[in-house]
């Protein structure tokens, strides 16, 4: 039976990744008239992304009144905040922005206010230097924003999946993707894109031992990066990761909100060990947290619990209100669990691994980004956890728009028509996902298990504990597992689906493994640990580690931190080629 016909779409952008950053990014573009279609894997538009179901905080400054409340003040901050590892281009972009975007949010209707004191309800944490974080009900947050972008006409694709680049002499053109549903493969040709599809999760073992109970969405798998890096485009950060802390057996989000209400950390003995770590104590940044009670465990001090008891009355019954608004399911896990947390310290654990933003605000990992939004690939952008510049979800709100604005800017002198794509490789890269389909070949091996050994190599070799050996061992590892990638089975369209996102997976497992081996260092605690190397060296590596594809597997360099990431675009040799597989 001949293969079905493609669909085709011509479009003036194409946003890979429904979620906060793919919509803040289609908005201002839809806003210049220009067509915009965004692929989504979710079902719904609306409840798609890292905060389908809810967020409680959001990171802005507001520019109030006192000076702590200014861009200026908050990026005095900025390199110690990132241990000096970050872009300072981009990030002043995004700091300069926020206060615009806020009050654009709101203007779609999110109410950032706390109706106890009809105003806004701002909390200290992370190591931030003012309360810049608005604690806020915020169940309907992401509702507001995909409406948004209905409202103006967007083209949504729903239940689809891109899995290809289309560059041809550095320039985007356009994407192939498909539908895991009725199994329909589109052509997008598209004069500029943007990468919005998260950051890299499901790739570590976490304390629940179930893949998909991950403390950020499990459907962000990093194909963003894959895509792009398959294209040729410049990555950085990609050897740090992110962990957090949550219930133990269940990875929910929530510790933002424990850390700034005031809630303590303790260990078996009932010490409140944090100030020994850092002298912010619990409000120390993220990755210092997680590497502090990582280490309490390896002292023979575990278990480690979050202690509330001491808090006031309202601000417990505030917190129990709004247990579900990230997690809906976290009140029933406390009531069926027995724990009171109003009464008794309760349990935590580390949560899986992710390739994120690595424990600190505004030090992203993914594709490296201009102050544009625009990567080092022509008329592509990023936006969101799979760039270089990341801070939850305001980040990927401001940075979505900025890209949104930046393609809005590059396509307004721009004009001729696009490339012809050439169906003989697009036929050729839908046979060989199809053939993931085929029942009767003789060797098969399941996406399930597939992705099980590349989350035990990562906790093993790759973890929050890394050393040259063990880095090798899972660089071995992982090119073997990448040698079988043929033989991966799907049962069905949407097993097809998973296969491609074990795919993304186990390639950022790579690239995370060979940028760790290039930085001879400790950075930023948890974030990167090398036993080997355990000092921070800052004369030697207050410098990006950057990877490209080269004609041999990831090609791995570094770039001064003085200088933005956006230096290094000129001097590349984009390691990609047209449709490449």
């Known amino acids: ?43 719904v538009l609306d409840h798609c992304g890292s905060v389908g179901c809810g967020v409680d905080h959001y990171l802005t400054i507001m520019e109030s009144g006192p000076e702590w409340d200014t861009p200026e003040f908050l990026l005095k901050h900025v390199p110690e905040l990132t241990d000096g590892i970050v872009d300072m281009a981009v990030t002043s972009r995004v700091i300069h922005e926020m206060p615009r975007v806020l009050r654009k949010i709101e203007s779609f209707g999110v109410n950032f206010k ?65 539908n895991f549903r009725t199994g329909e493969w589109v052509v997008i040709r598209a004069r500029a894109i943007v990468m919005a599809a998260g950051e890299v999760n499901r790739l570590s073992l976490n304390a629940s031992g179930v893949a998909f109970d991950s403390w950020h969405t499990p459907y962000n798998t ?83 619990y979050a202690d509330c008891r001491h808090l006031p009355p309202d601000v417990l019954d505030h ?26 310290p309760v349990e935590v654990s580390i949560s899986e691994l992710s390739i994120r933003r690595s424990g600190v605000y505004f030090r992203g990992s993914g594709l490296a980004v201009d102050t544009d939004g625009q990567t080092s690939i022509s008329g592509l952008f990023a936006a969101g956890d799979c760039a270089t510049v990341s801070g939850g979800i305001a980040g990927a709100s401001v940075l979505g728009h900025v890209a949104g604005e930046g393609v809005a800017a590059f396509l307004k002198d721009r004009s001729g028509a ?128 950057t990877v490209t594809r080269g004609d041999e597997g990831p090609r791995v360099g570094t770039v001064t931190c003085e200088n933005a990431l956006a230096a290094a675009f000129d001097r590349l040799n984009p390691g990609g080629v047209a449709n490449a597989g």
């Open 222 to 304: 990093g194909d963003a990066q894959a895509m792009a890096y398959r294209a040729g485009a410049l990555l950085a950060n990609m050897e740090f990761v992110e962990t957090t802390l949550t219930p133990k057996g269940f990875s929910a989000q929530g510790l933002n909100a424990l850390v700034s209400e005031g809630a303590y950390f303790v260990n078996k003995s009932g010490e409140r060990f944090m100030f020994k770590y850092d002298e912010k104590g619990e409000n120390a940044r993220r990755a210092v947290i997680a590497d502090a009670v990582i280490n309490e465990y390896l002292l023979g001090n575990g278990p480690v």
């Open 418 to 545: 696009l490339p012809e794509v050439d169906m003989e490789d697009a036929n050729a890269i839908r046979e060989r996902a199809m053939a993931h389909l085929e029942t009767e070949r003789e060797q098969t091996l399941s996406w399930k298990a597939f992705e099980d050994q590349t989350r035990r190599t990562v906790s093993d070799y790759v973890g929050v504990r890394r050393n040259d050996k063990g880095l090798r061992l899972a660089l071995d590892t992982l090119r073997a597992l990448a040698a079988r990638e043929p033989e991966l089975r799907a049962d069905d369209l949407h097993g097809l689906m998973r296969v491609h996102e074990s795919k993304s997976i186990r390639m950022n497992a790579e690239l995370m493994a060979e940028c760790s081996l290039t930085r001879t260092e400790t950075r930023t605690r948890s974030s990167h640990r090398r036993l080997d190397y355990p000092d921070t060296k800052d004369p030697e590596w207050r410098r990006f580690v």
């Open 1 to 43: 039976m001949p293969p079905a016909p493609w669909k085709t779409i011509d479009t003036d952008v194409f946003v890979i990744g429904g979620g906060v950053a793919g919509c803040m990014a289609a908005i201002p573009a839809l806003e210049a008239g220009l067509d915009v279609v965004v692929a989504e894997k979710g079902k």
């Open 319 to 344: 917190m129990e209100a709004t247990l579900q608004v990230d997690r809906y399911t976290m009140p029933a896990f406390y009531e069926q669990k027995h724990l009171d947390f109003k009464t008794e």
């Open 114 to 178: 706390d109706p106890r004191y009809n105003d806004y309800y701002r909390l200290r944490s992370f190591g931030l230097p003012g309360t810049y974080h608005i604690n806020f009900d915020g169940t309907d947050f992401k509702k507001h924003i995909g409406q948004r972008v209905r409202k103006l006409k967007g083209t949504v694709l729903t239940r689809t999946m891109a899995v290809q680049l289309l560059v041809e002499d550095n320039r985007v053109y356009g994407a192939l993707a498909f």
